[in-house]
């Protein structure tokens, strides 16, 4: 609030409350302003206490959490420790891939792709539709079909 405002607001409580009551009016309001200022510094005081107390128990359940929780070493540690047991129990670890469970020598390049079909008549004339209906009659012959049969 400028200097202005408050020159102003001053002398309309004068004239409003004249100068016989103007001092009481004044402690009045300065006893209400630190009651607010109190009050406010209570809520405040209350809220930060809230917020630490909030703060504690998080802390907490994340230390029991942490607690309860293995870390990432611990659990390394112990899957060391299962294999270990295992290639004790089992002897050697398990083969890479299933041709090395069977002994055979691994295939250079991979295995072959499997020969395809040669294309018959069937395969040149298409996949025969089936028929929409019990009584429809079934599909055509194909005449060029027919001839290239000895």
Request: no cysteine; aromatic share 4%.
């Amino acid at each position: 609030m400028s200097f202005a405002e408050t020159l102003v607001i001053l002398l309309v409580a004068v004239i409003v409350l004249g100068p016989r009551r103007l001092p009481e009016a004044a402690r009045r309001l300065g006893h209400w302003m630190g009651v607010a200022r109190r009050a406010g510094d209570e809520f405040k005081r209350q809220i930060l206490s809230m917020d630490q107390a909030l703060d504690d128990r998080l802390n907490t359940a994340v230390s029991d959490l942490d607690a309860l929780v293995p870390s990432d070493e611990a659990l390394a540690a112990k899957l060391d420790a299962a294999v270990a047991e295992a290639e004790a129990a089992f002897g050697a670890p398990p083969p890479a891939s299933p041709d090395d469970a069977f002994g055979a020598p691994p295939v250079p390049g991979g295995l072959p792709a499997e020969p395809e079909p040669p294309p018959g008549p069937e395969a040149a004339a298409g996949p025969e539709p089936a028929p929409s209906s019990p009584g429809a009659p079934g599909p055509k012959p194909d005449p060029a079909a027919a001839e290239a049969r000895p």
